[in-house]
């Protein structure tokens, strides 16, 4: 497959119908894998990481899973479509820097993804939409069983699967899901959320993963514990927070509709007046703002229906996406700022105004209030 | 209670970690748990700062070997990289990778998925060292019925792999 083909395909988990989508946009496993009597990716010589890569890669492409597949080495790809990767969770920040040396294969859905000669030799992962962790562990479990016929996989009786960092020996398994918390935001108790997750060894991150700041009330939840652990149980357990977290977010946002339904109003109001209305608009506040559009379509604010426009919005208003979908050949960021303000005052124009009749809107205090 | 750093504000961050095996709490207020880098955990978790503080520690503590033979790694490069050489490395800096590993996991020994090629010889392995041992131990008691049949098992078994 050409890059251009999967950049223009919907990916399989762009379409919002996972189980408890609203609050879990995607859920994500990865495996850390490396091969024995081989140095690590970031130890190895530019000749060892191109043996490597040639071991490694056939065996990848000749998966089941990967036919009509995207595979590409890091050299042949821009710096823009290594972006639009990025963006697209496909490949790690990390990954898009590198070049000789490195690949990915991406299969025709986009749900799986196989990066080689990253910071391991190997790091694959299935990318789900909504809260599914179970059924990306066991999809990706195969792929790695698949491959284990064909790679030797360097493992230690003790230290199971061994990888270049040591916060990753054991299973070699990060599982993650990325969560919509605006509710939790709102009402101010997100911080207590987050340091209730670390208490118990999970670790919460922004939208693009390690050291990336949390937008558009986005976070990332992930196990942090790697050796000691059966795969299982820690899916089981992170299955088990994320859902206490919707539980959170759940009251949370019913508690704005009840008690503060004019913070919720204004907040909600304000984004679809700003996104409607403005000639610049950067990516961070588009995001930021599209989060209350998001909840304002949970909450019936707007027609369900409007949910695809929203994530629609969310993905190509990102930096990368918008350069390449422009026609102009190199856009400053004013000249984005101002194409993405475009594209959602275009798509917002067929937005009805919120629906408020559900709530009790706030009033301010007048003569009859107060003989009441 | 104070913030350790600038003792005037009330400590609102309380940090617990284990290095060297040994627990160690610090406890910041917001302002200086903001400039430390540790208020925000969104981009902070504590196994993140682990390569950076307790790993250097653990590894340079009393290793006798200084270069991994497969790879020319030493201790130097971990305390740079916080990542290691190759496979073989986990063997070399064993002894100062387990109070790290014990640090970061909490438990040093892997319970989790084995490729099924080492399935069959992990299993084999422990199979033959209960046999050995209990053979040894049949010896020793003299009991050479039983030494007898433990041998002609172990025998059988090294014959299949």
């Not at chain 1, 009597?37 to 530019?46: D, E, I, L, Q, S």
């Not at chain 1, 890669?57 to 639009?84: C, I, N, R, T």
């Not at chain 1, 959320?193 to 670390?198: E, K, L």
């Not at chain 1, 559900?358 to 205090?365: D, H, N, Q």
Request: glycine share 6%; aromatic share 4%.
């Amino acid at each position: 497959m050409k890059i251009s083909s999967l950049f223009s395909s919907n990916s399989e988990r762009a379409r919002n119908d996972g189980p408890h989508h609203q609050i879990v946009v995607s859920s994500r496993v990865r495996l850390a894998r490396n091969l024995s009597g081989h140095p690590f990716p970031g130890w190895a010589k530019k000749n060892d990481r191109l043996q490597i890569l040639e071991l490694i890669k056939p065996p990848v492409e000749s998966l089941p899973e990967m036919e009509g597949a995207f595979s590409s080495y890091l050299q042949e790809l821009s710096a823009l479509e290594k972006q639009v990767l990025v963006e697209r969770h496909l490949i790690s920040r990390e990954h898009a820097a590198k070049s000789a040396g490195s690949a990915v294969v991406v299969n025709k859905e986009q749900t799986l993804s196989i990066m080689i000669n990253e910071e391991d030799h190997l790091r694959m992962q299935v990318l789900q939409p909504g809260l599914q962790l179970r059924n990306a562990f066991q999809a990706l479990d195969k792929v790695d069983s698949a491959l284990e016929t064909k790679l030797d996989y360097a493992f230690h009786p003790q230290l199971g699967y061994l990888t270049a960092c040591p916060t990753n020996v054991g299973t070699g398994m990060r599982a993650s899901a990325m969560v919509h918390l605006p509710g939790l935001v709102l009402s101010e108790q997100i911080n207590q959320v987050i340091q209730a997750i670390n208490k118990i060894g999970l670790a919460v991150r922004g939208l693009y993963g390690e050291g990336t700041e949390a937008m558009g009330n986005l976070f990332q939840i992930s196990n942090q514990i790697t050796l000691g652990e059966p795969e299982e149980e820690i899916i089981a357990q992170l299955n088990k927070v994320i859902e206490r977290i919707i539980e959170n977010e759940e009251n949370a946002r019913q508690i704005l509709v009840q008690k503060r339904p004019g913070t919720l109003l204004d907040n909600i109001g304000r984004g679809f007046g700003i996104l409607s209305h403005a000639y610049a608009m950067s990516s961070k506040e588009a995001l930021n703002l599209l989060s209350f559009l998001k909840l304002g379509v949970d909450l019936g604010f707007f027609p369900p229906e409007k949910q695809n426009d929203i994530d629609d919005l969310i993905t190509v208003t990102q930096p990368a996406h918008l350069q390449s979908n422009a026609s102009q050949q190199k856009l400053t960021p004013e000249e984005r700022d101002t194409l993405r303000a475009q594209i959602i005052r275009e798509k917002l124009k067929a937005f009805p105004i919120p629906n408020t009749s559900k709530v009790v809107i706030p009033r301010p205090p007048t003569e009859e209030t107060h003989h009441e | 209670m104070l913030c350790d750093v600038c003792k005037t504000n009330q400590a609102t961050v309380f940090l617990t970690q284990i290095v060297d095996g040994k627990m160690q709490k610090v406890n910041l207020c917001e302002a200086c748990s903001k400039e430390k880098g540790v208020t925000d955990p969104l981009s902070f978790a504590l196994v993140d700062l682990l390569p950076g503080l307790g790993a250097e520690a653990e590894v340079e503590k009393g290793e006798p070997v200084q270069h991994c033979p497969a790879c020319g790694f030493t201790q130097a490069d971990f305390k740079k990289t916080g990542r290691l050489g190759c496979p073989v490395c986990y063997d070399t800096f064993a002894e100062g990778l387990g109070g790290l590993l014990k640090a970061m996991h909490r438990r040093t020994i892997h319970t989790g998925k084995v490729p099924a090629r080492l399935k069959r010889s992990i299993e084999l392995g422990a199979r033959r060292k209960q046999l050995q041992h209990d053979l040894d131990k049949a010896v020793a008691e003299e009991n050479y019925e039983n030494a007898a049949v433990l041998r002609d098992q172990l025998r059988e078994l090294e014959h299949t792999t």
